[in-house]
């Protein structure tokens, strides 16, 4: 049995499900704003699919079947975009449609050590974007894979911090792609949880190591936003090009 530590998790649509909506009317519609949120997935008083948004906001999805039937289930930690007419009012409590949802790999902060650093790895992967909400810090990543064996992806502390400021936590974050083919593009998100961190008022931040596909090893600084802050607006350039504003 794995460590409790690493959660394995396959890159196919039907483990770590996405579900994008078909919608007869979808190019047309990339002119209105689209909604992006990050939460819990619940069951409201309707029987309905409910995501309960790290920022307090409750958007029931009225097309919860779409859900369903690609495997998402209440508890899951989802990702979902969606279209809107107008501005939509915060706090939100109403009714949605999901055109775009994925589910949400959440995991806690683990100290690489000699005994776990050969099952955490050091495989290429990308950050698209980065942001936190509720006790969570947030990111898009991208990798590449061929094939069923496990992928593991960790964030870590460790002993011999490569980059150091003051105020800033040094993190990095870990692939193990298990002998993969770096063959198919895929893209997932992910969550890990930084109570203590927001709790300990002398952090300000993180600096993340990152070795990435092209460019290799990078180094990103991120501010942390708390309680009572506007929280940075971070998109990717797919949610530039698509106008898509997050809640």
């Known amino acids: 049995m794995r460590s409790s530590f690493l959660t394995a998790f396959f890159c196919m649509l039907c483990v770590l499900a996405a579900f994008t909506s078909c919608d007869k009317n979808s190019d047309a519609s990339y002119a209105n704003p689209r909604y992006a949120t990050i939460g819990l997935l619940e069951t409201d008083s309707e029987n309905r699919f409910c995501i309960v948004s790290d920022k307090g906001n409750k958007f029931h999805v009225l097309n919860t079947q ?117 063959v198919n593009s895929y893209t997932g998100y992910a969550s890990f949880d ?13 600096i993340i190591r990152d070795k990435t596909f092209r460019n290799g090893e990078v180094f990103l600084k991120y501010d942390l936003e708390r309680e009572g802050v506007n929280p940075q607006t971070v998109r990717t350039p797919q949610q530039e090009e698509n106008n898509v504003v997050t809640r």
Request: charged residues 25%; glycine residues 8%; hydrophobic residues 35%.
């Open 66 to 182: 779409d859900l369903l039937d690609n495997e998402f289930t209440e508890g899951d930690r989802v990702y979902a975009e969606m279209l809107g007419e107008t501005n939509l009012e915060e706090p939100f409590d109403g009714d949605i449609s999901v055109i775009y949802a994925s589910k949400v790999l959440t995991k806690d902060i683990v100290a690489l050590t000699d005994e776990n650093s050969a099952e955490i790895g050091d495989d290429p992967i990308d950050i698209y974007a980065l942001w936190n909400s509720g006790k969570y810090l947030n990111l898009q990543f991208f990798l590449l894979t061929n094939g069923a064996r496990p992928h593991y992806i960790n964030l870590v502390t460790v002993d011999e911090p490569k980059k150091q400021e003051n105020g800033y936590v040094y993190l990095e974050l870990r692939h193990n792609g298990n002998g993969n083919t770096l």
């Open 194 to 206: 930084i109570s203590k961190y927001l709790d300990d008022t002398t952090v300000k931040g993180f």
